[in-house]
């Protein structure tokens, strides 16, 4: 069975940083694109990050350039998200989602973590 | 401001059919090469995958679910409405052009 389970959100002052992790199991994580969605509060879902199944390829919305990173470690079955210089509009569930097919086609989600910028 | 454009809600009584569209430009649905998904999600849960590849079912989802895409405007079309078919809706892909991904505002279906 396909799971993936987020981890790292949590409550965070502006300009502070938080990492998240996906953990993955019941498939070969290494195979797939991974991908990081948002969704605010009472919002749509955004689309964050990106990354190739290889890690060699990452993209990012224009949202969250330079300030969030996304990763992956093939040998833990883990994908990471990296958020530095956060601001209250990153406050949001945050979904990590498997892409087959490259085609941002998402099959599977996990329940998401929350990350709360405040002071 | 999303980058496909779907409608804030729509609504039908049970057993009827609905549809719902979405939106977008040259560079997104409009480009031969891009696919277009929906998604489908209860307040509270994630979001689940309804369609693929415009048209695709996933192992799961009923054929009262089905896809099209026709020039820059996917379109989700629900037949046989049940209550549990509420709750909202997404369309979503790439944009070759800005090089993201790109998710509709979503759509709101109620059930009457």
């Known amino acids: 069975e396909v799971q993936l389970v987020e981890s790292g959100g949590g409550l965070v002052k502006p300009g502070g940083s938080l990492r998240l992790s996906c953990a993955a199991s019941g498939f070969t994580f290494s195979m797939y694109s991974m991908n990081w969605v948002r969704q605010a509060p009472g919002k749509g879902l955004e689309w964050v990050s990106s990354l190739t199944a290889s890690g060699s390829h990452k993209y990012h919305a224009d949202s969250v350039q330079g300030r969030f990173t996304i990763s992956r470690d093939n040998t833990k079955n883990s ?28 099959d599977y989600w996990g329940q998401g973590t929350l990350v709360t910028v405040s002071s | 401001q999303s980058v496909l454009t779907q409608p804030p809600s729509v609504s039908a009584a049970p057993g009827q059919k609905v549809t719902i569209s979405c939106s977008g430009s040259d560079s997104n649905i409009g480009d031969r090469g891009r696919f277009v998904s929906w998604y489908h999600q209860v307040p509270g849960t994630a979001p689940k995958l309804l369609i693929y590849d415009n048209n695709k079912r996933p192992s799961g989802i009923p054929d009262r679910f089905s896809g099209s895409k026709s020039g820059t405007t996917a379109t989700l ?7 549990g078919d509420e709750g909202d809706y997404y369309c979503g892909t790439w944009d070759s052009s800005l090089e993201v991904g790109v998710f509709g505002g979503g759509t709101k279906l109620t059930v009457l």
Do not use: F, K
Request: hydrophobic share 35%; net charge negative.
């Open chain 1, 79 to 106: 994908l990471y998200l990296d958020m530095n210089s956060l601001r209250a509009e990153d406050t949001a569930i945050y979904y990590c989602a498997r892409e087959p097919a490259g085609n941002q086609d998402l």
């Open chain 2, 77 to 83: 079309g629900i037949t046989g409405l049940q209550t």
